[in-house]
C-alpha cells in the first residue's frame, strides 16, 4: 500500500486549504485512514481519522469544528479540508492507513504511511 499526500502550502492566518491522500496498491486492505500532524521539536499527534466501514469519524479537540475529513472510495482517496487555520496548525500533516484499528489516536496503530505534506499557516 502506497499513501501520497498532497495540498499543503502557505496561507494566511483565517484561510484556508485543502489536503489529498490518494491510495494504490492493495487498497482493499485499508478500512483506517486518519491524519497527523507534527511540528518542529514536537512529536506526532493525531488529527482526525475515517473509517470505511461506514464512514465515522473522530477528530481532535485541537481541530473539530475547523477541520472536516472526507473520503471518495472509488477514487481511493482521502481529504482534509481544513479552515479557520492558525498558526499553531503548522506542521508537516501526514496521512496514515491500516487494516484493522482499536483506536483512531495511537500512531502504533497504522501500517502505512504517506511522505508528509507541509503546511505553514501566517499570523
Known amino acids: 500500500v502506497q499513501l501520497q499526500a498532497s495540498g499543503g502550502g502557505l496561507v494566511q492566518a483565517g484561510g484556508s486549504l485543502k489536503l489529498s491522500c490518494a491510495v494504490s496498491g492493495r487498497t482493499f486492505v485499508v478500512n483506517y485512514m486518519a491524519w497527523f500532524r507534527q511540528a518542529p521539536g514536537k512529536e506526532r499527534e493525531f488529527v482526525v481519522g475515517?473509517?470505511?466501514?461506514?464512514?465515522?469519524?473522530y477528530y481532535a479537540d485541537s481541530v473539530r469544528g475547523r477541520f472536516t475529513i472526507s473520503r471518495d472510495n472509488v477514487k481511493n482517496t482521502v481529504f482534509l479540508q481544513m479552515n479557520s487555520l492558525k498558526p499553531e496548525d503548522t506542521a508537516v500533516y501526514y496521512c496514515a492507513a491500516t487494516r484493522t484499528i482499536g483506536t483512531f489516536v495511537p500512531t502504533t496503530n497504522y501500517a502505512y504511511w504517506g511522505q508528509g505534506t507541509q503546511v505553514t499557516v501566517s499570523s
Open positions: 475515517i473509517s470505511r466501514p461506514g464512514g465515522s469519524t
